[in-house]
């Protein structure tokens, strides 16, 4: 038997019913009913400010290209202290690009011997990636504004962090972290396996900033970037299970993507 | 019957704060019954709907309209959220899901065991997308053909999907 509440719901909205029949009026009425209750016992005004409440909550780390960051309802004061934080992390950002790609040694790796992230390129085959290549960033809230997370950096749950990327050459990606539950929570694009055009143009910061939540032990980011756009339903599936098989959140960037393809991510300890 | 033409879907353009209580009177009790419905506790399915706005209004820049089905599937996902999170945290917390499906009669009480192995292995899935297609296909009823518009996926990507998931249900009780 079918559950018509997404028929009866939409069509009370008008939304979509060219050639359906129309539900029984007592379904129809029922649902008038309940949108009386529901919008006197919570109206508009009083969601309105949850939801900015909410918003305001995890959106205090400002994306440093500010002009890509979502309108905010906020005071004067508030955003031109936000610009001015975003100017200090773009500098900031910059300096310790140019200082990272500089010390990177002939195999590859960096002199400061971050193991994974922070700039430190895999290809899907094994090979070290030449030039500075894709490179993936994770930023958290401080009193200070935003802080940039080292590899095996510990946060904590309600921790605020902002990711953001630097296509580095490549055409198309896609931004996914797993958590010591194994669950695999894809930022970007918003939906679909397959990766989606990169914006170029310096460090791009994602739209919206993420709380953890208590999930344990870690919080693992991957960047995977290429020049074609491919098909990350494999990756994902890989990436669920060898989470929940590897509690410490170390294990290797699975091994299943064509060869080329960039595979960044950064590790974070719970 | 269910069905969906997208030819004459009603769209109201990008949502943000600034017509958001035009966009919450038209969705937002739809919103909060789908949340009571997934999740029976007033407070939690509250939060649930306040939360389902807040990520379509922090993912704005990428949505060029906004309706129904949208708002349907977002607090879907968002309220299965809830359930897996409360799961993770303490006891196994999907007795609602099951005395829904049971009440709808869309699964008879023979099937119900099945049922709260499928229920398992959704919350055991770790994608967010997959336990949403699996409780528009399974709780509510929706063919493959119509979970596949909500989703904006392929037929074919759901069937798949649904299949492995159904492997995981049957592995797990070791069938």
New interface residues.
């Given amino acids: ?7 009866v ?2 069509y ?10 129309r539900p029984p009026d007592e379904a129809l009425a029922a ?1 008038s009913e ?2 009386t209750e ?2 006197s016992r ?1 109206p ?2 009083d ?2 400010q ?3 409440a ?2 305001a909550a ?2 205090r780390v400002l994306p440093f290209n500010a002009e890509q960051a ?2 905010r ?1 906020a005071p004067r004061v508030a955003r031109l202290a936000y610009s001015a934080a975003a100017a200090c992390a773009l500098a900031l950002v910059a300096f310790l690009a140019v200082r990272t790609m500089m010390a990177r040694d002939a195999a590859g790796t960096l002199a400061n011997g971050l193991p994974r992230g922070d700039g430190a390129i895999a290809l899907a085959d094994g090979e070290r990636a030449k030039g500075a290549g894709p490179r993936l960033f994770v930023y958290r809230q401080s009193d200070s504004g935003a802080e940039r997370l080292d590899p095996e950096t510990r946060v904590k749950p309600d921790d605020v962090l902002q990711v953001s990327y630097f296509a580095g050459g490549d055409r198309f990606g896609a931004i996914l972290s ?1 958590d010591g ?6 930022h970007y ?5 397959t990766m989606a055009p990169l914006s170029i143009g310096g460090e791009i910061s994602l ?2 900033s993420y709380k953890l ?3 344990p032990k870690f919080e693992r980011f991957f960047l995977v970037a290429g020049r074609k756009p491919i098909s990350l339903r494999g990756f ?1 599936d890989a990436l ?1 299970d060898a ?2 098989a590897d509690q410490a959140g170390t294990f290797p960037p699975p091994d299943v993507l064509p060869k080329g393809v960039h595979v960044i991510d950064l590790l974070l300890h719970k | ?10 769209k109201s353009g990008p949502i ?2 600034e017509n ?2 035009e966009l ?7 919103v ?3 949340c009571r ?1 997934l999740l029976k506790d007033e407070e939690q399915a ?1 939060d649930a ?3 389902t ?2 990520r379509l ?6 949505l060029s309209d906004v ?3 949208l708002f ?1 599937t977002v607090a879907t996902t968002v309220s299965l959220n809830k359930i ?2 409360n799961k ?2 303490s006891s196994p917390e999907t007795g609602n899901l099951l005395r829904a499906m049971a009440e ?3 699964v008879d009480h023979e099937k119900r065991v099945d049922a709260s192995l499928l229920l398992d292995a959704i919350f055991a899935e ?4 997959t336990r949403c297609m699996a409780v528009l296909h399974y ?4 063919t493959l053909e119509e979970t596949a518009r ?1 989703m ?2 392929s037929v074919s ?1 759901i069937r798949k999907r649904l299949s492995v998931l159904r492997k995981k249900a049957l592995r797990c009780a070791g069938v």
């Fill in positions: 038997m079918k559950n018509q509440t997404l028929f719901e939409r009370a909205l008008g939304d979509g019913i060219e050639g359906t029949p649902i309940s949108n529901i919008l919570y508009a005004r969601m309105r949850a939801v900015e909410k918003l995890r959106e979502p309108r309802v797993v539950n194994g669950t695999v929570t894809q694009p918003d939906s679909g396996d739209d919206f939540d208590d999930a994902k669920a989470a929940a | 019957m269910y069905a969906r033409t997208d030819v004459n879907m009603e943000t704060l958001f209580d919450y009177r038209k969705f937002g009790p739809m909060l019954r789908r419905y509250l709907m306040q939360d706005f807040v209004i922090e993912r704005r820049t990428r309706c129904s089905s349907y897996r999170s993770v945290r709808s009669g869309i770790a994608q967010e997308d709780l509510d009823g929706l909500e904006r996926m990507g």
